[in-house]
Each structure stands twice: as structure tokens, then as C-alpha cells.
């Protein structure tokens, strides 16, 4: 058995950042606009602090301005929506991030369908759901839009492929198996999605040509659970006695899958560059309808 090829996401991500920063440039030098991106956190949470502060600095470094609003953990629902309005009337932000999770006095859905679906750079908002569902999409939801490039550039055929997507979560799983089906590049795969509640978990994803695990349980995927040969990315960023691991048990599943994505370095640096390539796109579409 020859051990898997490795999905580097690092690697893939710089070198998309490379490419987004030179649109950028372009787009600033032609529109004397520079893209913007408001990040909003609300409350201490640690892990929240620093995914902000990462997606801050790869904006930077792509040429595309942000701005940082941090409200304390006590901030009502009205008082978030008030900012949110504040962003989606200023012309100067292009693309808005409200960082989940929220403080529980607030309901995530009512503040996520507030935020403009012209501004809305991480493709929540129902409008832009309905949008990628119907194959016509505005902005790509960041963390699947991450996977399917690492298919593509790694040369994984997804067409007339199984795959099959373990979780079904807003963020991550249902959007993925919704753009896996669609016809296009990355796509026309046969999708199936298992969740908490499948049952023979393991006889469906030992049939996948594509196995994502999008679950959150730390090395939950075995070997015994993967087709030899198959493409497997692991989406799951979990902690385990003080380190980060995957949702896949890759020191195992490596002697299995053909490819496989590790973690970290796989999935998390993508999505953060598909965030600068939505912001990239608002700051278009907001000159276009401008
Ligand atoms: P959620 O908790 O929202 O969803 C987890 C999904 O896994 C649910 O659909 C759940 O099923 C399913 N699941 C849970 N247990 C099992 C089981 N035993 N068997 C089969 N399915 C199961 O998580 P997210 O989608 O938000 O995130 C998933 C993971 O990805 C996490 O580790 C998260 O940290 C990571 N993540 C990584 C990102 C990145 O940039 N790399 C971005 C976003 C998330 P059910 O619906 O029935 O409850």
C-alpha cells in the first residue's frame, strides 16, 4: 500500500492569496476603491478572537481593508442589528462578518438575515442560500467553496463520483452537498449525506469516492470506514489534549485513502481565503449596482 497524497490547503491558499491579491490591486487601481470587510465579535470567547484576528491579517495582506467592531458580551439583539444597519448603509464597507458563535440573548438567524445579501461575504443569508441551491450562486459559502477548490487543484474528479458528506450543519454541511450536486466544475458528483442519526454509517462511507467529515468529533473517521484510494477531506478542527486534530484519524486513514487532507494545514487556511475572494467579489458587485 502506498500512504495517501496529501491535500495541502497551506500551500493551495497562498497561492490563491497570491492570485486574489493581484485582482485586488487591479480593481483598486481601476476603481480607486479599496474592498473593505467589517468583522464584528461579540463577547470574550477566545477561539472567536483569534479567527477574527487571523482573518484580519490575511486581508491585510491581500491589499483589502477591515475594520473591527467589538461589542462587549452583554450587547442586546437591538443593539447588533443597529450595527448592522450602521454597515449595510455605509458605501465604504463592502462585505460584512458577524463572528459565530453569539452570546445566547441573541438569536443568530435574526442578526444573519439582517446583514445586506449584497454585503453578506460568508453566503448565510437566505437569499444567497436560495441563490446556490437554484446553480446560480453570488457568493460561495467559504468553508465548501475551500473543499471543492482542493478537489480541483488537486485533480480529484468529482463528476460521476460518490461522494458523501458526514454532517449536515448550515455553515459547512449542507451547503457543500448542495454545491457537489450542482452541474458545473467541482460538481455533478452523486452526493449522499449522512448525519447523527444515519444509520450503517460506515457501509455508506466506505462506498465514497469523496469522503468529507464535516462532524466536529475529534478523529472520529478510521480506516475501516474508507474506501481504499479515495479522496478524504477533513473539515473538523477539534482539540484534543492541547492539540488540534481533524475529524478523520489520519495517521490511519493515510495507509488507506488515495489523497487525504491533514490538519491542520487542509481546510481552515482555505476558508479564510475564500473570504477574501467573496469580499473581492462585493466590493465588485457593489460598484456594478452602484
Ligand atoms: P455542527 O456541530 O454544526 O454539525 C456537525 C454535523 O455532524 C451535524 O450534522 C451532526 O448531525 C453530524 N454528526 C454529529 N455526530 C455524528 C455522528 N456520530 N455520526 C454522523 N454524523 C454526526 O458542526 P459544523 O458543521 O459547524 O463543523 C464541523 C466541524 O468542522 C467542527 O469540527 C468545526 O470546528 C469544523 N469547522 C471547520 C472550519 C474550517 O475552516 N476548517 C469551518 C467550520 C467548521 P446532526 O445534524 O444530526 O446533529
Redesign the pocket.
Known amino acids: 500500500d502506498v500512504p495517501a497524497h496529501i491535500i495541502d490547503g497551506k500551500a493551495l491558499a497562498e497561492k490563491l492569496r497570491g492570485e486574489i491579491a493581484s485582482d485586488v490591486s487591479t480593481f483598486t487601481n481601476e476603481s480607486g476603491v479599496t474592498p473593505h470587510l467589517a468583522a464584528v465579535l461579540v463577547g470574550e470567547d477566545p477561539a472567536s478572537a483569534v479567527y477574527v484576528r487571523n482573518k484580519e491579517r490575511a486581508c491585510a495582506n491581500v491589499g483589502i481593508g477591515s475594520t473591527l467592531h467589538r461589542l462587549p458580551a452583554e450587547t442586546t439583539q437591538a443593539e447588533l442589528l443597529e450595527l448592522i444597519g450602521q454597515l449595510n448603509a455605509n458605501d465604504s464597507v463592502h462585505g460584512i462578518l458577524v463572528q459565530l458563535p453569539l452570546p445566547a440573548q441573541i438569536e443568530e438567524k435574526a442578526v444573519l438575515d439582517a446583514v445586506s445579501a449584497l454585503k453578506d461575504v460568508d453566503a448565510f443569508h437566505p437569499e444567497n442560500v436560495g441563490l446556490i441551491v437554484q446553480g446560480r450562486p453570488r457568493f460561495l459559502p467559504c468553508?465548501p467553496c475551500g473543499v471543492q477548490q482542493m478537489l480541483i487543484h488537486h485533480g480529484v474528479q468529482t463528476a460521476g463520483a460518490h461522494a458523501v458528506v458526514?454532517?449536515?450543519?448550515e455553515?459547512?454541511?449542507k451547503p457543500l452537498v448542495n454545491m457537489l450536486m450542482q452541474k458545473g466544475e467541482a460538481a455533478n458528483a452523486t452526493v449522499t449525506v449522512?448525519?447523527?442519526?444515519?444509520r450503517d454509517?460506515n457501509d455508506i462511507t466506505r462506498q465514497a469516492d469523496i469522503l468529507i467529515a464535516?462532524?466536529?468529533?475529534p478523529l472520529f473517521v478510521k480506516a475501516d470506514m474508507v474506501k481504499p484510494g479515495a479522496a478524504v477531506i477533513d473539515?473538523?478542527?477539534?482539540r484534543l489534549e492541547g492539540k488540534l486534530v481533524g475529524?478523520v484519524d489520519f495517521d490511519q486513514v493515510c495507509e488507506v485513502a488515495g489523497a487525504i487532507s491533514p490538519v491542520p494545514g487542509g481546510?481552515?487556511p482555505m476558508?479564510i481565503t475564500m473570504l477574501l475572494r467573496n469580499t473581492l467579489t462585493a466590493a465588485t458587485l457593489l460598484r456594478k449596482t452602484s
Open positions: 468553508t458526514i454532517g449536515r450543519s455553515i459547512v454541511g449522512c448525519h447523527s442519526r444515519t454509517l464535516a462532524i466536529g468529533l473539515v473538523g478542527i477539534n475529524d481546510v481552515g476558508t
